[in-house]
């Protein structure tokens, strides 16, 4: 019998489509591997209602998951309780700095550091980046513009 905890370090290579050096487990997404009674259940919630890269990071599960043997498992999608950038590892942040994204700043939304130079001095351009999870960002130093994963 596989353990949760080697279920888990398995997931670890399944990653966000949209930011593919973070994996879902350093994303928050993956909430839960769970063993009960011999039977497989991996439970995982969407950034947002209607994100969609699910389908493809259920396949990426699914996929994942078979290439390691393991065939017998659901995977179990749950929109509550909601997503939060809380649930966002310290690794997946700093994965995320070092791609370019300002990971989120729960302490002051407005205080934004360029992940391209380290500058504050920083703008917001737009509401909406790359992805709907994400703000533009303009840095008035570098004079780069880059996304800012939004809290929530």
């Not at 302490?107 to 703008?123: A, K």
Request: hydrophobic share 35%.
């Amino acid at each position: 019998m596989i353990e949760a905890a080697q279920i888990t370090d398995i997931l670890q290579n399944v990653t966000d489509p949209e930011i593919p050096v973070v994996s879902i487990a350093d994303l928050g997404i993956l909430r839960e591997v769970k063993t009960d009674g011999g039977k497989l259940e991996i439970v995982i919630t969407p950034t947002y209602t209607g994100c969609p890269a699910m389908l493809e990071i259920e396949k990426d599960i699914n996929n994942t998951l078979k290439t390691a043997g393991i065939q017998d498992f659901k995977i179990t999608t749950v929109l509550s309780p909601a997503w939060s950038t809380d649930f966002m590892t310290e690794v997946g942040k700093q994965k995320l700095k070092e791609y370019g994204i300002a990971p989120p700043n729960p302490t002051d939304e407005s205080d934004i550091e360029c992940p391209n130079c380290g500058s504050r001095n920083t703008e917001m351009i737009s509401q909406f980046g790359s992805t709907a999870c994400k703000s533009l960002f303009k840095c008035h130093d570098c004079l780069e513009p880059f996304d800012y994963f939004k809290c929530h």
